[in-house]
């Protein structure tokens, strides 16, 4: 269909939807590649802040979003942003965003292991507001400043958590690197020390023969005394 507002055939409905199409692909792959990477849930805008704070009222498992969930909001932006019908110039990067979301949520133990950083973060998020405030908003309710407090401290804590993996996987490193070192060395000693006591060889072999002879010569070796 055309497009060409001069065309015969232009169709002002069919163009004002496909501009309008465009302009969310654009609006989403601009929001995806603003998220923080560490934040999969805001990537595909699942809310689990204002749910976090209803812990007294909702199970473990209910405050997190279930596979349907996460796949549903995955199937939704990977159709609008699918670099075949997306002509942003990084649909392709936030693509990629997208897929590297919705694999880690996909995996239960990593849905489980944020959804603990979450609760804690919620908690600090209270305490804070309770420290500043008489007022506490009741549990459940949804309060866009807590929210972002909460997102805020969410963010904070996976950053360290980060952190503290990178370091400790370069502890790792140079612990193993160190054990490596220790095992060359030990057989570099063991080869020198191979190969000094073959270069002695015929010198033992020697000083052992002459000491025999020097035995048979002075009429053996003398019986120990009994």
Same mark, same amino acid.
């Given at each position: 269909?055309?497009?060409?507002?001069?065309?015969? $055939?232009?169709?002002?409905?069919?163009?004002?939807?496909?501009?309008?199409?465009?302009?969310?692909?654009?609006?989403? =792959?601009?929001?995806?590649?603003?998220?923080? %990477?560490?934040?999969?849930?805001?990537?595909?805008?699942?809310? =689990?802040?204002?749910?976090?704070?209803?812990?007294?009222?909702?199970?473990? #498992?209910?405050?997190? %979003?279930?596979?349907?969930?996460?796949?549903?909001?995955?199937?939704?932006? $990977?159709?609008?942003?699918?670099?075949?019908?997306?002509?942003?110039?990084?649909?392709?990067?936030?693509?990629?965003?997208?897929?590297?979301?919705?694999?880690?949520?996909?995996?239960?133990?990593?849905?489980?292991?944020?959804? =603990?950083?979450?609760?804690?973060?919620?908690? #600090?998020?209270?305490?804070?507001?309770?420290?500043?405030?008489? =007022?506490?908003?009741?549990?459940?309710?949804?309060?866009? $400043?807590?929210?972002?407090?909460?997102?805020?401290?969410?963010?904070r804590m996976l950053s360290s958590s980060q952190s503290r993996s990178?370091?400790?996987?370069?502890?790792?490193?140079?612990?193993?690197?160190?054990?490596?070192? #220790?095992?060359?060395?030990?057989?570099?000693?063991?080869?020198?020390?191979?190969?000094?006591?073959?270069?002695?060889?015929?010198?033992?072999?020697? $000083?052992?023969?002459?000491?025999?002879?020097?035995?048979?010569?002075?009429?053996?070796?003398?019986?120990?005394?009994?």
């Amino acid at each position: 269909m055309a497009l060409d507002p001069n065309s015969p $055939s232009f169709n002002l409905d069919f163009y004002l939807k496909k501009q309008a199409t465009e302009w969310v692909q654009d609006s989403e =792959v601009d929001r995806i590649l603003q998220c923080s %990477p560490l934040d999969p849930f805001q990537i595909l805008e699942l809310d =689990v802040y204002s749910k976090s704070l209803a812990e007294n009222q909702l199970k473990f #498992e209910d405050r997190f %979003p279930q596979e349907k969930d996460i796949k549903a909001a995955y199937r939704k932006k $990977s159709l609008l942003l699918h670099p075949d019908k997306c002509k942003h110039p990084e649909t392709s990067k936030a693509f990629d965003v997208l897929k590297k979301a919705e694999q880690q949520l996909s995996d239960l133990e990593k849905r489980r292991d944020l959804l =603990v950083v979450l609760d804690e973060a919620t908690r #600090e998020a209270q305490r804070t507001v309770a420290n500043n405030s008489n =007022v506490r908003p009741p549990a459940g309710t949804s309060n866009p $400043s807590l929210n972002t407090l909460v997102r805020s401290r969410f963010l904070r804590m996976l950053s360290s958590s980060q952190s503290r993996s990178a370091s400790l996987l370069a502890s790792n490193l140079e612990r193993e690197r160190k054990q490596k070192e #220790e095992v060359e060395n030990e057989l570099k000693r063991k080869r020198q020390y191979d190969k000094e006591w073959e270069e002695t060889r015929e010198k033992r072999v020697g $000083s052992w023969r002459d000491f025999q002879k020097k035995g048979k010569g002075a009429g053996g070796l003398k019986k120990l005394k009994t």
